[in-house]
């Protein structure tokens, strides 16, 4: 099972889903990146997670290959990015006056 948080900003509202399982993938018999959710029997091939991240600077979504982490942002190149189910109490890239905290009415499990 996976668990997953709505983030929202306590100035601006800015709302971030986060899951904390990332998006697990295996590669087919053709090379193709293949992503197995729960509770997807495939699951078992998986041999990599492309896990979502944000920059704490541009506000960039992004994913963040297990197979190949990388530390900088894809937009400005700033090295001040998280994983998005890690944003409770992070400064808000949108407005940059709030912080996120986790909604306690959002919880979610796949």
Sequence with gaps: ???GITFV?????????AWEDGNPYFID????KRYAYHPNRERDRCSGNDVP????????????????????CNEC?????IDTFSLGGQRCPFCKIGAF????????VS
Excluded: W
């Excluded at 704490?56 to 297990?66: G, H």
């Excluded at 190149?77 to 990015?81: A, E």
């Design 1 to 3: 099972m996976a668990e």
């Design 77 to 81: 190149k700033s090295s001040h990015i």
């Design 101 to 108: 905290e986790p909604n306690s009415n959002s919880r979610m």
């Design 9 to 17: 900003c306590d100035q601006c509202g800015r709302q971030i889903e």
């Design 53 to 72: 991240h944000i920059c704490l600077t541009c506000a960039a979504l992004f994913m963040v290959d297990s197979g190949g982490p990388q530390g900088r």
């Design 29 to 32: 018999s053709q090379g193709t």
